[in-house]
Each structure stands twice: as C-alpha cells, then as structure tokens.
C-alpha cells in the first residue's frame, strides 16, 4: 500500500464530507482532492520526477494541505522545513537532500531569498503570495497517477544529532501508513465526520495523525498558531474529538479561567506526548477532560513504540507507577532494555532503549554512518535511558545524548555550541538543559572567556537566536573564566554541569 493510493480511496468515498478546516474556509474533500491534484500538476510542470525532494517551508493553512496531498500525489518526498529554525538550518536541510524546488509561505520568503544561488541543486523557490490562487487553478485538476511502489521514500523529516547538523530521517510510504496505524491502535475508532485539530504544524508531530483522520472519513482542523482560549473555543466549536497536545500546551489550556465550564463531550483522544508531563498537569488534565488522555513515546526515527490510555495511566498497579512512566509497549512494537554492550538487561535495570517497529526509518538520509550506529540488526538505538518494570510500564529516565526537549522541541546542545563557539570572546562553551516551569526545560550555556572579555550573557543570547530561531536560544548563559568540567580523554561533562541544576527531581528530564 502507498499514502497515495489510500488517501484517493477516501477522497472518491467521503467526497462530500468536510476534509479540511483553516479558519472559516472549508474544503470538502473532493475540494481539498483537487486543490492537491494542481498542486501535483504544478509540481510536474517544474520538472519534479516521483523520488524528487520538494522542500516546504510554511505554518498550517489550507495551503499546507495542497502541498501535504500534492507531494504524495506526484510521488515527490517532501521535505518540511521548521519555521522556528533559522537560515543556516533550513540552507542545511534543503541542501543535503538535494532539493529541487522550495515551496515557501509569503511570511517565510526572506528566510530563504538566495538560496537557489547558494544550493547547486535548488532550482526553483515558489513563494505563495496574493497570486498563489490563481497561479494553482492554472494547472490542470486530472489526476497524473505516476506510479507508486510501497518503499518509495514518503518524506523525509529532520532531527538532530550530536554533530550538531540534523539528520534526515527517510519514511517510505509503507513505514508512514504503518506509524500512522500503530498510533490509533489504541485509541477510540475514527468514525466518519470526526474531527481532527491541529495546534502544532503538520511537518511536525501533529503530522502523522492528518492521514489516519483522513483515511477514516475524519476532518482536519488546522490552527497556525497557539493561544490558549482561542484554542479551546476552536475546540468546543469544532467539536474535536482527537487531538495532539505536548505537555506545555495543556499546562497553558488549563490555566484558561474558562476550561471548566466548557463541553467536552465530543473528545475521544487528547495524545500527550513529545516530552514528559507533570503528575499535577496530567491529573487536573483527566479531571476537566475526562478519561481521553493517551500518552506515547517514540520518536523521529522509529515510532510508535509505547502507549496509555487513561485505564492504564492513571491506574493503581502493584509493582508499577503508571502516573510516571510513558506506556507500555504496543503489540506491534518490540522494545528492549539494553546494556553498553547492546545486551538486553534484567528487567527494572536502567539502560538504553532500543526498538523496533513498522513505522520507523528507513535510515538517515546520505548518511550510512549515522544509519549504521542507530540502526542495529533492524533495530533502533534511541539514546534514551528508560527502564521496564515487572509490569510492563516503561520509563524514561534520561538521554544518553544530552538532547534538551523545551515545549516538546528538540534542542540539540551541540548546535547552539557550535554557533556560540564563533564570537570570539568564547574559548569553550557547553550547554545543557534545566529545568523551566514553562517549557519543562530549557538550554543554558556556560561560556569560557579570556581576562578581559567583553561578552555578555545578551549577546550570546542574541547570537543564537539570530542563527538558530528564536526557540533553541539559551534561556539563561554564565560566562566564566574557569574551565570545563572534563573526563581524561578531553570530553567535556555536560552532565557534571547540569546536574546540580535538577536536584530534587526525580526524573533528569523536565515535565510541564
């Protein structure tokens, strides 16, 4: 099976149901079918062959849908840009995929204006302003059909790694309708006329449940932004029954003087995941909305591999502390426990999390050697350190690769150090996650300087905000003249840095 072909089924079945919602505009999905036909044609017109990478870079909209339907249905692998993120790492994600075309939202131009110049393989840059309309009812609406075979590449997504350089993380369309499968498996059937809301874009996590909506005769909401009372009026008007919220939001949502006296008894499935939840948000959560709350765990690279729905989370077990663990691996996912030596370890034994699943990568994109040390006899080293209980619960203790996840975002301690490590002030840097009440954490730098330095915590602040986005900016920076912690070999302690900073929390990862 491919996207394609499964998302057409349901286009030709459901034609007169709503599809698609951005604001007050409304596609059916025969509306929404077509718009995503032009968009293929459009794409075809520029040369795009099936396999091409077609970069996007956008927020969501009904545009967003065109090019999430006009991708699959021309057979191109899209290739979502961050809008948080800054030149350098869109320059890197398009450039190392070899795109050939960006489309681009208007509000985004300026973040890739002379990138065909700069990109050998960039050929063309479609920025989508006041003539988008016109131009996409230009094309025809007759559907190209190329062929399509289950392992063609889908999409590629990006996530970081420890060079500092994200990777591309390839899905073939028999992987993503296999993700987007495992996710629903325990949730509530998708009936037809369900209604799907998008708080966070769908290149992002939020992504992987707009097929499995559509698929079912659902329709997608999509909002491009978050606030938190707009959030739950859209949510109490649309009638949302699924929904994908990472722990920040449902924080900011239930600080809404409001959210007690609303009717929530359309909602099936509120998905909490992304990063930890507090035990206090997580129970105020269940008490206003109900038994919907599922929480999973998986990421980027293979996913789902775990999973809860509230008779598990909030159960009382013998043995187990549901409340803090992250589910319970899913029957079609394999998950191990493992040693430095890749060995499975005794069960409730900390190690490193391993999995295996249908929906996960097919490796790094143009990158054997980083597809060789996470993928292990088909097997995914996560870099997370979890254990499992007797119970079967799974709980995530700590990242081995000192990922930061702020607001469900992640932030990759080497990528702001490489960019603080250019002012000139700095002799060495490392940066760490702590604890934020907010976002559950956010990076903090200790920078080495000189006698005499002028450096100031701002200005590295700035520094990181003008290269990376405003998002992976550290919230907080020390700067020192005493050197880093490190072992014998020149490494330096990231850990040794950061743990005075979590004192008192039981888990080293933040939780909203």
């Not at 996007?56 to 999430?68: Q, R």
């Not at 028999?174 to 949730?187: I, M, P, T, V």
């Not at 874009?201 to 606030?227: A, E, K, Q, T």
């Not at 013998?318 to 992250?326: E, K, M, V």
Request: charged share 25%; net charge negative.
């Amino acid at each position: 099976m491919d996207v394609r072909t499964q998302m057409r089924r349901s286009a030709q079945m459901f034609a007169n149901r709503e599809a698609v919602v951005w604001g007050d505009r409304r596609l059916t999905f025969a509306e929404a079918w077509e718009r995503g036909i032009r968009m293929a044609n459009a794409l075809i017109a520029l040369g795009i062959q099936p396999g091409d990478r077609v970069g996007v870079l956008e927020d969501n909209s009904i545009e967003s849908a065109d090019m999430f339907l006009g991708a699959a249905i021309a057979n191109a692998v899209r290739v979502p840009l961050y809008p948080r993120n800054g030149r350098e790492a869109h320059l890197h994600m398009l450039g190392h995929t070899n795109c050939r075309v960006c489309v681009v939202a208007e509000q985004y131009a300026h973040e890739v204006e002379g990138f065909v110049d700069d990109l050998a393989d960039l050929e063309q840059i479609i920025v989508r302003n006041s003539a988008y309309e016109e131009w996409l009812s230009g094309y025809t609406a007759n559907d190209p059909d190329p062929e399509i075979d289950p392992e063609d590449n889908y999409i590629i997504r990006h996530t970081g790694g420890t060079t500092g350089l994200s990777k591309g993380v390839a899905y073939t369309h028999r992987g993503w309708l296999a993700a987007g499968r495992d996710w629903f498996y325990l949730y509530p059937p998708v009936e037809p006329g369900d209604t799907c809301l998008h708080l966070g874009p769908i290149s992002h996590g939020s992504g992987y449940l707009f097929v499995p909506i559509w698929l079912s005769g659902g329709c997608n909401v999509m909002l491009d932004r978050f606030v938190p009372e707009e959030t739950l009026d859209v949510m109490e008007r649309e009638r949302i029954a699924y929904m994908f919220m990472v722990p920040t939001m449902v924080n900011a949502v239930l600080q809404q003087p409001s959210v007690g006296k609303r009717d929530w008894s359309n909602l099936k499935c509120m998905l909490i995941s992304a990063a930890p939840i507090a035990d206090d948000t997580a129970l105020k959560a269940r008490e206003v909305f109900g038994d919907v709350l599922y929480q999973g765990y998986g990421q980027t690279e293979v996913l789902p591999v775990a999973m809860m729905g509230p008779r598990q989370w909030f159960a009382e077990v013998d043995g187990s502390t549901p409340l803090r663990s992250c589910g319970m691996p899913l029957p079609f996912a394999q998950l191990e426990i493992r040693d430095e030596d890749n060995n499975p370890v005794p069960v409730g034994e900390p190690g490193q999390i391993a999995a295996k699943a249908d929906g996960q990568m097919s490796g790094f994109w143009n990158n054997p050697e980083a597809t060789a040390e996470r993928l292990i006899d088909g097997w995914v080293l996560t870099g997370d350190v979890g254990r499992l209980d007797e119970n079967g619960y799974l709980y995530m203790l700590d990242r081995s690769d000192d990922m930061i996840i702020s607001g469900g975002y992640n932030i990759w301690p080497a990528e702001l150090e490489n960019v603080i490590s250019d002012h000139p002030d700095v002799i060495e840097v490392a940066v760490f996650g702590v604890p934020d009440p907010r976002w559950g954490e956010t990076p903090m730098a200790v920078c080495v300087v000189g006698d005499g330095a002028t450096v100031n915590e701002q200005e590295i602040i700035d520094l990181c905000a003008d290269r990376l986005g405003s998002y992976k900016k550290p919230k907080r920076v020390e700067i020192t003249t005493e050197p880093l912690p490190k072992s014998p070999v020149g490494k330096i302690r990231r850990k040794d840095l950061r743990e005075p900073y979590w004192e008192g929390h039981e888990r080293r990862v933040g939780g909203s």
